[in-house]
T-cell receptor, first 116, second 110 residues
Framework: GAVVSQHPSRVICKSGTSVKIECRSLDFQATTMFWYRQFPKQSLMLMAT?????????EQGVEKDKFLINHASLTLSTLTVTSAHPEDSSFYIC????????????FGSGTRLTVV | EDQVTQSPEALRLQEGESSSLNCSYT??????LFWYRQDPGKGPEFLFTLYSAGEEKEKERLKATLTKKESFLHITAPKPEDSATYLC???????????FGRGTSLIVHP
């Protein structure tokens, strides 16, 4: 089955620093990947749609300059949280679906970001 | 705008006590309805995709059904390891962006 690898699984960083999260589709190609944020005991909040070879599409209220998304290849998308602050602490999850074939979206295992 | 409402928000069952989770949706042209399971601290795990009313899919103790307005996830004789949050999502029309419900938190007591 389709596998999405997300790294790191946990990261602690100091306020003001930047953190990069990687999302890789291991056995399929994806022109589109999605980045979500999830608060405790709440559902997934879509942050942005990552498009291979073009700019990401951000949801309303999500700061483009703070959450930088790069989708450089058909198997890799990255989310960089720039100048992180404690309020950015959250669980970040990516997802993707194979270009060919139907079925559901495959999610990464998530990244727990803690900004201290 | 697509809308997905899941009920109940939380459900506690005894081991072996069968029940159903509901996902009501409003979309303009359903492309697909998805069910996921999410364990704490992990990403959602894909369970089923349903495409048209009347369709049913099964996996072990889980069975998903679909009508034109809602989907049910039936859990037969659940075990403690079935405890998780179950998420429902829909994809509609020309959009490939799924809309998620808030989920049902299921706890199965031994």
């Amino acid at each position: 089955g389709a596998v999405v690898s997300q790294h790191p699984s946990r990261v602690i960083c100091k306020s003001g620093t930047s953190v990069k999260i990687e999302c890789r589709s291991l056995d399929f190609q994806a022109t589109t990947m999605f980045w979500y944020r999830q608060f405790p005991k709440q559902s997934l909040m879509l942050m942005a749609t990552s498009n291979e070879g073009s700019k990401a599409t951000y949801e309303q209220g999500v700061e483009k300059d703070k959450f930088l998304i790069n989708h450089a290849s058909l198997t890799l998308s990255t989310l960089t949280v720039t100048s992180a602050h404690p309020e950015d602490s959250s669980f970040y999850i990516c997802s993707a679906r194979p270009i060919l074939g139907g079925g559901g979206y495959t999610f990464g295992s998530g990244t727990r970001l803690t900004v201290v | 705008e697509d809308q997905v409402t899941q009920s109940p928000e939380a459900l506690r069952l005894q081991e072996g006590e069968s029940s159903s989770l509901n996902c009501s949706y409003t979309v303009s042209g359903l492309r697909g309805l998805f069910w996921y399971r999410q364990d704490p601290g992990k990403g959602p795990e894909f369970l089923f995709t349903l495409y048209s009313a009347g369709e049913e899919k099964e996996k072990e103790r889980l069975k998903a059904t679909l009508t034109k307005k809602e989907s049910f996830l039936h859990i037969t004789a659940p075990k403690p390891e079935d405890s998780a949050t179950y998420l429902c999502a829909v994809e509609s029309g020309g959009s490939y962006i799924p809309t998620f419900g808030r989920g049902t938190s299921l706890i199965v007591h031994p």
